[in-house]
Antibody, heavy 120, light 106 residues
Framework: QVQLVQSGAEVKKPGGSVKVSCKAS????????LHWVRQAPGQGLEWMGW????????NYAQKFQGGVTMTRDASITTAYMELGRLRSDDTAVYYC?????????????WGQGTLVTVSS | EVVLTQSPATLSLSPGEGATLSCRPS??????LAWYQQRPGQAPRLLIY???KRATGIPARFSGSVSGTDFTLTISSLEPADFAVYFC?????????FGQGTRLEI
C-alpha cells in the first residue's frame, strides 16, 4: 500500500533552517507529484509547493519562494523540504502528500507529519 | 488566490444524525474541489475529490455535491469516528488553497 513516512520532530532557533524528509513506498515514486503542506498549531492547511520526482522540477507558493527548497533522491524514493530563515510563525506540522500525474490535484496519501518548533 | 469559505465553523450534532457542511469559493473552481477529514493528531484523509467522487475506501455515508458554485459535504447517520475537522481544497487555480475547516463535534 502507499506509504509516506516522514522524519522526526525538530526544534530550531530563529534564523536557522530545517530539512524534513519523506520516504515513499508502495507506488512508482517518479510518476506522482509530491506536495508539501503545513499546519500551524490549531490552524488550517497551507500549501507550500510541489516537486516532480522524475525531473526534479519544482513549483513553490509565492509566499515561500526564496525560503523553501524541495529536492528528491529518486534512488531511495525520498523527497526533502528545506525551509530557511526560520521564524517563530514557521512553527507548524509539515506534511508531505502524494498528488497525481499532473501538478494540480487532490492529495490521496499523506505522511504522518513532522512537527517543527522554532523557538529561541 | 481563491478563498474557500467553510460554514458553519462548528457543527454540534449527535451520533445517528446527518451533517451538512458547506464550502463556498470566492471564484469559480469548476468541479475541482476535494474534501478531507482530519482527526486529532492525525494527517488529513481524502474523502471526496472532483466535487462528488468518493475516494478509495470511503463509506457511502459520505457524499459530495455541487450546486452552482457552492459545494456540500453530506454525512448521513454520523458515527463516533466522524467527529473531526473537515477541510475543503481547490485545485482549479494556483495556488492550491484550503478552507479554514468545519469542526464537527458531539
Amino acid at each position: 500500500q502507499v506509504q509516506l513516512v516522514q522524519s522526526g520532530a525538530e526544534v530550531k532557533k530563529p534564523g536557522g533552517s530545517v530539512k524534513v524528509s519523506c520516504k515513499a513506498s508502495g507506488y512508482p515514486f517518479s510518476g506522482y507529484y509530491l506536495h508539501w503542506v503545513r499546519q500551524a498549531p490549531g490552524q488550517g492547511l497551507e500549501w507550500m509547493g510541489w516537486i516532480q520526482p522524475n525531473s526534479g522540477v519544482t513549483n513553490y507558493a509565492q509566499k515561500f519562494q526564496g525560503g523553501v527548497t524541495m529536492t528528491r533522491d529518486a534512488s531511495i524514493t525520498t523527497a526533502y523540504m528545506e525551509l530557511g530563515r526560520l521564524r517563530s510563525d514557521d512553527t507548524a506540522v509539515y506534511y508531505c502528500a502524494r498528488g497525481g500525474f499532473i501538478p494540480a490535484t487532490h492529495f490521496d496519501s499523506w505522511g504522518q507529519g513532522t512537527l517543527v518548533t522554532v523557538s529561541s | 488566490e481563491v478563498v474557500l469559505t467553510q460554514s458553519p465553523a462548528t457543527l454540534s450534532l449527535s451520533p445517528g444524525e446527518g451533517a451538512t457542511l458547506s464550502c463556498r469559493p470566492s471564484q469559480s473552481v469548476s468541479n475541482s474541489l476535494a474534501w478531507y477529514q482530519q482527526r486529532p493528531g492525525q494527517a488529513p484523509r481524502l474523502l471526496i475529490y472532483d466535487g462528488f467522487k468518493r475516494a478509495t475506501g470511503i463509506p457511502a455515508r459520505f457524499s459530495g455535491s455541487v450546486s452552482g458554485t457552492d459545494f456540500t459535504l453530506t454525512i448521513s447517520s454520523l458515527e463516533p469516528a466522524d467527529f473531526a475537522v473537515y477541510f475543503c481544497q481547490q485545485r482549479d487555480k494556483w495556488p492550491i488553497t484550503f478552507g479554514q475547516g468545519t469542526r464537527l463535534e458531539i
